[in-house]
């Protein structure tokens, strides 16, 4: 039998599929230390990826394969090809289920994308028994949802153990700066989920939440609703306004948890929101939001916001992703001694959305399929599977840092 490649990466004449595709190639070449093949449904988008892929290197030898999201079969065929699966294809609610299943079945592992709740919600309670029995590793959010949030307060949580021998009962995670812009495949993700909310209570529900990423057994902790209006914040000693994807990175995050055996304790709290320089900005970034949300809720001015909006396959020029930057700050409070807290900055080196998180999904798939294997299988986070292995490759190859700073 032929051996496996290590990556496949799916979707990858996709806007973000074809960053991660030129991440691989300038980073790790074709067939060298890491043997990796692009798939699609479009053998001629990819042969033109893979012909303008990287001018420094030879590409003819990348290897193509066709499948398509709605064909089972070919789904099939694919993911027995490879130990890992990175996809890009989404909205993940729509067009990734079958790929899950097809990689559970066979127990290849799999990471992704999403920042869609509700679809992982039911992924985990469709898959995750038999995800461990195959040892398939299902690995969600891979990008600047969630890495930041969950690998930033994995890393703040083993250095308040190490500093102090003890664990924070509560971190919470601020942004800071950020440059960029989306593109039209997280627009359409969503609006996906907003579809969904609006014709299912259950939806609703789920997103509502906090903690409807946990196992069933989950002993929940005291978190409450995600911020939803301006506010000041006595640990930072800055206003904030409410961070759009707090409704995403705090569930991973409380994820995590759950699947660390709750180290941190029964009682973990966390949070996130948005720092601003006044109380002015923070009451205009969340009037902004709020009006957001609303334009693309109401049907009527939905259409027109649409129209203004970048399809799927489209995003930010390669100048906005190379000058494109985020900080984010996470704190962590011990649970005795406020002098004791323990303070982290985590920065990426391009646009959040795009540049930083190509590389981040990029990066993810290889620790999956090359550094030793922490977990058997199941529905898994980034942190819960993959920890400390996956910052270091974020620091020494993916642009990211991870630091201590000191505490205001």
Known sequence: MTEKFDVIVWGASGFTGRLVAEYLAENYGINKNLRWAIAGRDRNKLEALRSTLSPQIETKNLQIFIADSNDRGSLDNLVSQTKVMCTTVGPYALLGTQLVEACVESGTDYCDLTGEVQWMHRIIKSYEGRARQTGARIVHTCGFDSIPSDLGTFFIQQEMFSQHQIYAKKVVARMGRSSGSASGG???????????????????????????????????????????????????????????????????????????????????????????????????????????????????????????????????????????????????????????????????????????????LAESAICLALDERKTGGGIWTPSSALGSQLIDRLIEKAGLTFDLISVD
């Open 186 to 360: 997280t627009i359409a993700s969503l609006l996906n989920v907003l579809d969904e909310a609006k014709n299912d209570p259950s939806i609703r529900r789920i997103m509502g939440d906090p903690y409807s990423l946990c196992p069933p057994t989950s002993k929940l902790g005291k978190d409450g609703s995600d911020q939803s209006t301006f506010k000041y914040d006595s640990v930072f000693k800055q206003w904030t306004a409410p961070f759009i994807m707090a409704a995403i990175n705090g569930r991973v995050v409380r994820r995590s948890h759950a699947r660390l055996e709750y180290r941190w304790g029964e009682d973990f709290q966390y949070n996130e929101a948005q720092l601003c320089k006044s109380l002015i900005r923070s009451v205009l970034a969340t009037i902004a939001m709020g009006i957001g949300i609303g334009l693309v809720s109401f049907a009527p001015t939905r259409a027109l916001v649409e129209k203004r909006l970048p399809k799927p396959g489209e995003g930010p020029d390669e100048a906005t992703r190379i000058n494109g930057f985020f900080e984010m700050f996470i704190h962590a409070s011990h649970p005795n001694d406020p002098g004791r807290d323990v303070r982290a900055k985590i920065t990426g080196d391009r646009d959040p959305g795009y540049g930083s998180t190509s590389k981040m």
